[in-house]
């Protein structure tokens, strides 16, 4: 079993950076990718970056530009680093990690708060 541990979320200004990790441990050989979800009140939840085990990335259109995914395999860490910020981002994002060989569900972890704020 994989266990996924969100850091990193606070109260930020607009255009203000914020970084999250997400911290995986248990059988990290049973992960295919790994990404970064978001949910709002009211919305549905939505991806915002994944990166495969080859290092493959993929952002939303709406953080571009603007968020980065990345990885340190020796801390089995996923980051995802926040830049100019927006109100439009606040929300409560979740790490997720895809199984490998088609096993499901995915793992999922407790999620941390991002408020992006004047």
Request: glycine share 12%; hydrophobic share 30%; net charge positive.
């Amino acid at each position: 079993q994989v266990q996924l541990v969100e850091s990193g979320g606070g109260l930020v200004q607009p255009g203000g950076s914020l970084r999250l990790s997400c911290a995986a441990s248990g059988t990290i050989l049973s992960i295919s990718a790994m990404g970064w979800y978001r949910q709002a009140p009211g919305k549905q939840r939505e991806a915002v970056a994944s990166i495969t085990r080859g290092g493959i990335t993929n952002y939303a259109d709406s953080v571009k530009g603007r968020f980065t995914i990345s990885r340190d395999n020796a801390k089995n860490t996923v980051y995802l680093q926040m830049n100019s910020l927006k109100p439009e981002d606040t929300a409560v994002y979740y790490c997720n990690a895809e199984r490998r060989f088609g096993v499901k569900p995915d793992y999922w972890g407790q999620g941390t708060q991002v408020t992006v704020s004047s």
